[in-house]
């Protein structure tokens, strides 16, 4: 049976299936939240050996909170230098993380929602009280301060 023009041109055509569900479309969150209340102690510095984020000092032990819904992707002490480190996956492009947090209250895999307490902010290398914050845009590090809200 010979084939009809209609069957050899859809035969033709390439398939392709998408395989990120729906959310991760989205762009950049609309809003970000602060993962923790204090100050900025050091900014973001996209330098060779710069701050691939910022540094915001506060008391041990305060909340950490997710900055935007998301998946947790990433949580454990495995990446060098970041101490214990969640990081949530918030759509195909952008990606947040949280170093030197201690006692997780997320699995990987968890759903998290903004604002929702996702661990407990631990000490950086020099043992001082510190969260250190990235957002990573298609994995590069961008500031984050273009995304969060002017105050706490």
């Known amino acids: ?26 762009p950049a ?25 910022i540094n915001i000092r506060g008391e041990k032990d305060s909340p950490v909170r997710a900055a935007a819904n998301g998946i947790v992707v990433y949580s454990g ?32 895999g968890s759903t998290v929602h903004a604002g929702q307490i996702i661990a407990l902010m631990g000490h950086n290398n020099d043992g001082q009280p510190e969260l250190h914050f990235e957002i990573r845009q298609n994995g590069k590090p961008i500031n984050p301060l273009r995304y969060l809200p002017a105050s706490a």
């Open 77 to 108: 002490t495995g990446v060098r230098g970041y101490g214990n480190l969640i990081i949530v996956k918030h759509n195909s492009s952008f990606l947040s993380a949280y170093a030197f947090t201690r006692s997780p209250r997320v699995r990987l």
């Open 29 to 53: 969150p609309r809003q970000w939240k602060w993962p923790v209340n204090g100050q900025i102690s050091k900014r973001f510095s996209p330098t060779l050996g710069g701050n691939l984020g």
């Open 1 to 26: 049976q010979k084939p009809t023009r209609r069957s050899a041109s859809l035969a033709s055509k390439p398939v392709t299936f998408n395989t990120y569900p729906k959310w991760s479309k989205r």
